[in-house]
């Protein structure tokens, strides 16, 4: 493990590193003052020149980018280094505002056994991948679980409403819509396919795929968008962050 440096080292770094340059500033002085006396003819004056003046830039060039240029330079390297493992380590691998097109879904469903999805009712998203949970569902040993707002808690529909500038009747239309499709997706000797409804709000759209998952945001204005904060993920804090907060669900959810 590298040893961490103490202040004190870092103060007598640079310390030195002031000593050093100062005396080649003062060196380069003398020597140019050396270049301009009665006895220097014009050759050893244009030499003692031009080395006294490259002496002097350097000692206040060494000066200036030790006590400015370094320590900007050592910030912003150390700040993008923790930048970067905090990402590691949330396991993010793509963040995108255009759910629908720029997520790699097709990669996602690619082998995938065990596929989570909580969402309101994600009409686009469910006929754009049809085929692709289809495709899941067929696989002995698979298993498809869906999480879906309660239709008959008006609490649930009257806030989905609000949310989506929709009447309560419209919310528990798309609901059951939504409960019927995904429960169509059941084949005979295929996997499981599960639809649970659960009373309470929502904050995200979530889509779990084996060890990889997409997490979405809601927007608080009152219209349909496509550009919101996308996340795609595999392993890491925010995939276990996902996967607790689909247990958490699944555990207030009752099956349809």
Do not use: C
């Not at 493992?85 to 995938?112: C, K, M, P």
């Not at 204005?221 to 247990?247: C, H, K, N, Y």
Request: hydrophobic share 50%.
């Amino acid at each position: 493990m590298q040893r961490k440096r103490h202040p004190i080292e870092s103060k007598v770094t640079s310390l030195s590193a002031v000593l050093v340059a100062g005396g080649l500033a003062a060196t380069g002085l003398a020597l140019m003052w050396l270049s301009v006396q009665p006895w220097a003819d014009g050759a050893w004056s244009a030499f003692l020149g031009q080395v006294g003046g490259l002496l002097l830039a350097t000692g206040l060039l060494t000066v200036a980018w030790d006590l400015v240029g370094r320590r900007a330079f050592a910030m912003e390297v150390l700040a993008k280094a923790k930048l970067s493992a905090d990402v590691v380590e949330s396991g993010i691998t793509r963040v995108t505002d255009q759910y629908l097109d720029d997520v790699e879904w097709g990669e996602l469903f690619e082998g995938a056994v065990h596929v989570d999805v909580v969402v309101a009712y994600a009409n686009t998203w469910r006929n754009a991948h049809r085929h692709r949970l289809e495709r899941v569902a067929k696989a002995r040993g698979s298993r498809i679980r869906v999480f879906l707002p309660d239709p008959d808690d008006e609490a649930t529909v009257g806030n989905l409403a609000q949310r989506f500038a929709m009447s309560p009747g419209a919310v528990v239309a798309k609901i059951n819509e939504a409960v019927t499709e995904y429960r169509s997706l059941a084949q005979a000797g295929g996997g499981a396919v599960e639809v649970y409804v659960r009373a309470g709000d929502a904050l995200f759209s979530a889509y779990r795929f084996d060890g990889r998952a997409v997490l979405t945001l809601y927007s608080h204005g009152r219209e349909r968008r496509t550009s919101v904060p996308t996340w795609v993920m595999a392993g890491g804090e925010l995939f276990a962050f996902v996967q607790g907060e689909i247990d958490a669900i699944a555990a207030q959810s009752t099956i349809r």
